[in-house]
């Protein structure tokens, strides 16, 4: 679905006619951002390269990348960008809940170099290597006869996940469509469903904020967890994904009403993984560049360091 965000006051602003540059000021930033991306360090069908290059191409002003439970990626999506003449943010998708629901909280302008947050994530990634091995004996048990190890030569990367299980049922001949893989055997409960290791929100959040990042509530729209937002915010949360390529004008709206509600920054991103319906969705949803300003206030507020420079000087 294609959707415009619309800024929490007024769109982007052209500089103006009068407004001469400054030796002083960095060049006035205007233009759109997508900062919700997934590229083949987790369950995305593009490279890093790729991503920036199509970013590029739709004339984005910056992007971030949100590999589930990985940053590995964020390094050459920095020098691209830099290359390209993009910002770029650095980013993570942790899967967390709270109060059983679970919610996504993206990480952004996390040091990707953060011991703490590299070792956690490693954990992570060890917990979806486990699942993939207990989806893969649940196939096994229905007689489909997959192999884990297919599924990580598939995968070729540090964080697998149910997608890279559908691709190898589709490669396999098993399902006609990752949908159908998803329909028949992996969304929650069906027959080779595993439950997946979730950390708290708090814990998600904590780890974020230690890596020097900032933690955004990710689609809230599709996890229906609006009554765990107050809980969110006095953990820590900084803001909330108000657009969404699964969030119809309405639920942006809403959204919108409660980041202001509850003081919280305004994010919005694609989600592309590659391909979807034959088109890839990155810069279908565009973020006014003002939101990126906000954040990057926020991180610059935060502590004695700028946001870190990612393939930069
Ligand atoms: P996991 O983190 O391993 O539980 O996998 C979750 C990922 O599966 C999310 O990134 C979703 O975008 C993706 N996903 C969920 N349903 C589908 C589907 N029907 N087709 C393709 N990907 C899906
Ligand atoms: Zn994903
Ligand atoms: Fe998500
Ligand atoms: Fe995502």
């Known amino acids: 679905m294609n959707q415009e965000a619309r800024g929490q006051s007024s769109g982007a602003r052209d500089p103006g006619p009068t407004e001469s540059p400054s030796p002083d000021l960095p060049p006035p930033a205007s233009g759109f951002a ?5 590229s083949s360090f987790s369950d995305g069908t593009y490279s890093p390269e790729e991503l920036v290059s199509h970013a590029a191409r739709h004339g984005l002003a910056a992007i971030a990348l949100t590999d589930h439970d990985t940053v590995e990626g964020c390094e050459r999506a920095g020098l691209a960008c830099k290359a390209a003449g993009l910002e770029f ?3 993570t998708e942790l899967t967390a809940e709270q109060n059983g629901n679970e919610l996504h909280i993206l990480g952004y302008f996390v040091d990707i170099r953060n011991s703490r947050l590299l070792s956690d994530l490693a954990e992570f990634q060890a917990v979806r290597h486990k699942r993939i091995h207990e989806m893969v004996a649940r196939l096994n048990e229905l007689n489909v006869p997959l192999e ?6 598939l995968a070729n990367c540090r964080s697998p996940g149910r997608p890279h299980v559908a691709r190898a049922l589709v490669n396999a001949g098993v399902c006609g469509s990752m949908d159908e893989a998803f329909d028949r055997f992996l969304k929650k409960n069906r027959p080779a469903w595993a439950p997946k290791m979730k950390i708290s929100a708090q814990v998600a959040i904590d780890l974020i904020h230690r890596a ?3 933690a955004v509530m990710a689609h809230p ?7 765990e937002i107050p809980g969110l915010v006095k953990a820590g949360l900084d803001g909330i994904e108000c657009f969404h390529t699964k969030h119809s004008s ?3 709206e809403h959204y919108l009403q409660l980041a202001a509600q509850f003081h919280l920054l305004v994010t919005g991103g ?10 890839p969705l990155i810069g279908t949803v565009k973020l006014p560049y003002e939101n990126v300003a906000r954040l990057k206030a926020r991180v610059a507020s935060r502590g004695s360091r700028t946001p870190p420079a990612v393939g930069g000087d």
């Open 34 to 38: 997508d900062l919700h991306l997934h």
């Open 89 to 91: 943010i650095s980013g």
């Open 212 to 214: 020097g990042g900032l």
């Open 148 to 153: 884990a190890e297919a599924v990580f030569a």
């Open 270 to 279: 694609s989600d592309c993984h590659g391909l979807s319906k034959g088109k």
């Open 221 to 227: 729209g599709l996890n229906r967890s609006d009554h």
């Open 250 to 252: 309405s639920t942006s």
